[in-house]
Nanobody
Framework: VQLQASGGGSVQTGGSLRLSCQLS????????IGWIRQAPGKERLVVAAISWNRGRTYYSDSVKDRFIISGENAKNTVYLQMNSLKSEETAVYYC?????????????????????WGQGTQVTVSS
């Protein structure tokens, strides 16, 4: 599978952006698609994930109730709607794919679990 992220840009604090992740190539029903961000000087964080076949969703506590991940299988696209953005969420946002986890949860909270990565898209939130 290949992934291409887009939709980043500059927005003021409290604003919204929608990121898109276009998938191509072989897309397994067994995939989890995640959005992972890396802020300057910080480790990567899995902020949201969606199971490709059933549309189950996961959010990190820091974005719950503000971000919405969704998939449009007919267009092979995953979206991340980001609302009420904060300045500390300035980061490069990546979309990535991994096989469903067979552990206690279906999703992956570690960026190391994702095998396929797209290029990142920069999101800058300024006050």
């Amino acid at each position: 599978v290949q992934l291409q992220a887009s939709g980043g840009g500059s927005v003021q604090t409290g604003g919204s952006l929608r990121l898109s992740c276009q998938l191509s190539g072989f897309i397994s029903d067994n995939y989890v698609i995640g959005w992972i961000r890396q802020a300057p000087g910080k480790e990567r964080l899995v902020v949201a994930a969606i199971s490709w076949n059933r549309g189950r969703t996961y959010y990190s506590d820091s974005v719950k109730d503000r971000f919405i991940i969704s998939g449009e299988n007919a267009k092979n696209t995953v979206y991340l709607q980001m609302n009420s953005l904060k300045s500390e969420e300035t980061a490069v946002y990546y979309c990535a794919a991994a096989a469903l986890s067979h552990g206690s949860t279906w999703y992956h909270t570690s960026e190391a679990s994702y095998d396929y990565w797209g290029q990142g898209t920069q999101v800058t939130v300024s006050s």
